[in-house]
């Protein structure tokens, strides 16, 4: 239910464009990846993808008062910034188990107008949970509420790309911390290749970005 309301809220106060959503699987599990440019941005990660999704919430985050409703319009978990708690990872991965879909930013809750490097969270419960990920890029929304008092409707650009993964990582701490990593560089360039140029941040550059627009077969920016 609160999905639907989520995607109402959405179509209400924005304009929303969404591309590649045939790229979205019928059914789960899997994990949805996106970069977080907005605190608003799980509403129309939601409207996108048109599933409820699960979403990974850092439990001390401090949301301004204008945002302290967009939690309620969506499922999450609750996990720590710095490290993955055995709740966390234990709730991530019963979601996966009963086919459900676990939504995750890499990047963490620094909210910023550019690619900042994933942190292991996502590459970790993909690869512990053998789950798909979705790539989902989302911009136009990082000054939505301003626009919003102001009597504009923002227009959100949101473009999903091709599934990827499953992965797996080594069995030793060092083996799997560098299999983390590169998963992780690969869970971002997929997410810049559905987002302008401009917004590519650290990736900036990455060639690995052109073969993943390339596979991801969208329109132009």
Known sequence: MAGYLAMFLCSLGSKVKVSGRHHVPSDGPFVVVSNHFSYIDPPFVIHAVQKPINFLAASDQVIEPQF??????????????????????KSSIRVLKNREVLGIFPEGTSLQHSLRPAKNGAAFLSATGKTKLLPVGIVGIENAWDMMFKGIRPTAHIRV?????????????????????????????????????????????????????????????
């Open 68 to 89: 302290i409703w967009a939690p309620l319009l969506y499922g999450f978990i609750p996990t720590d910034r710095t490290s993955l708690a055995p709740s966390t990872i």
């Open 161 to 221: 790309g091709k599934p990827f993964g499953p992965f797996s990582v080594g069995k030793t701490k060092k083996k799997k911390e560098k299999d983390l990593k590169i998963i992780g560089e690969e869970i971002m360039c997929r997410i810049a290749a559905l987002i302008p140029d401009e917004r590519h941040g650290v990736f900036s550059g990455n060639k690995k970005i052109i073969g993943f627009r390339d596979q991801n077969r969208l329109p132009d920016f």
